[in-house]
T-cell receptor
Framework: GAVVSQHPSWVICKSGTSVKIECRSLDFQATTMFWYRQFPKQSLMLMATSNEGSKATYEQGVEKDKFLINHASLTLSTLTVTSAHPEDSSFYIC?????????????FGPGTRLTVT | GDSVTQMEGPVTLSEEAFLTINCTYTATGYPSLFWYVQYPGEGLQLLLK?????DKGSNKGFEATYRKETTSFHLEKGSVQVSDSAVYFCAPSNAGGTSYGKLTFGQGTILTVHP
C-alpha cells in the first residue's frame, strides 16, 4: 500500500516552454502533497505544500508564478514549470501523506528528471 | 526552525561490516523521526520510523532508536550488503504549528558497500 506515482519519469524540453508533472496516490487518498527539488548529490529542497482543494503554500524563495501547483483531487497533484530555463533542470520529487498515517510519514514518488535545453 | 545534522559521507564499507550513520536534530515539540533511503535515480523510500521517545524503528536489518535526551536517531546495521549502497536521509517530521507534517531533511549520507 501507499504507492505514489509520477509522470513522466523524465522529460526534455526547450527553453521557454512549459512542462507539467503529475503526481498520483494510487491506493490511498492524499490529504497533503509535497513537491521537492533535488540537485545532484544534494538533499531535497521543499518547494511547496498543497492540500486538496486549496492553494499551495510555497517555501520562501520559490516563485509561485513559475512553479504552478494544482491539487484538484485527493489523488492527483500537478506541478507545472512555466517558461522553463536551463537552470530549472533538476530532479523533481513529490510525496503524499494521508490521514490514515497519523505519524506523518510521507510516501514518495519515483521522481521526474527535467532537462531544459 | 527545525534542523538536522547527519554524519558526512561518503561512507565506504566492506560487505558484512557494521554500519552507523549518526543523526541529531533540533525540533519544536515531539516530532516523529524517519530514515529514508534513495537508490540511484529513484525517489525516496521509507526505511524505518519512530514516533515517540525510546521507540526503536527497524526494517531490513537496520535499526534506529528515538533518543529524546540526546535528540538523536542514529541508524545502525550489523552486517551491510552491497545492495545497501544508497543515500540515506534522516528526517524529523514537524510536530506542530504551521509546519505540521513537513519533513526536514538532513544532507544525506552516501553509503557504498564493496564486495
Amino acid at each position: 500500500g501507499a504507492v505514489v506515482s509520477q509522470h513522466p519519469s523524465w522529460v526534455i524540453c526547450k527553453s521557454g516552454t512549459s512542462v507539467k508533472i503529475e503526481c498520483r496516490s494510487l491506493d490511498f487518498q492524499a490529504t497533503t502533497m509535497f513537491w521537492y527539488r533535488q540537485f545532484p548529490k544534494q538533499s531535497l529542497m521543499l518547494m511547496a505544500t498543497s492540500n486538496e482543494g486549496s492553494k499551495a503554500t510555497y517555501e520562501q524563495g520559490v516563485e509561485k508564478d513559475k512553479f504552478l501547483i494544482n491539487h484538484a483531487s485527493l489523488t492527483l497533484s500537478t506541478l507545472t514549470v512555466t517558461s522553463a530555463h536551463p537552470e530549472d533542470s533538476s530532479f523533481y520529487i513529490c510525496s503524499a501523506t494521508s490521514q490514515d498515517h497519523p505519524s506523518g510519514e510521507q510516501y514518495f514518488g519515483p521522481g521526474t528528471r527535467l532537462t531544459v535545453t | 526552525g527545525d534542523s538536522v545534522t547527519q554524519m558526512e559521507g561518503p561512507v565506504t564499507l566492506s560487505e558484512e561490516a557494521f554500519l552507523t550513520i549518526n543523526c541529531t536534530y533540533t525540533a519544536t515539540g515531539y516530532p516523529s523521526l524517519f530514515w529514508y533511503v534513495q537508490y540511484p535515480g529513484e525517489g525516496l523510500q521509507l526505511l524505518l520510523k519512530a514516533t515517540k521517545a525510546d521507540d526503536k524503528g527497524s526494517n531490513k536489518g537496520f535499526e534506529a532508536t528515538y533518543r529524546k535526551e540526546t535528540t538523536s536517531f542514529h541508524l545502525e546495521k550489523g552486517s551491510v550488503q552491497v545492495s545497501d549502497s544508497a543515500v540515506y536521509f534522516c528526517a524529523p517530521s514537524n510536530a506542530g504549528g504551521t509546519s505540521y507534517g513537513k519533513l526536514t531533511f538532513g544532507q544525506g549520507t552516501i553509503l557504498t558497500v564493496h564486495p
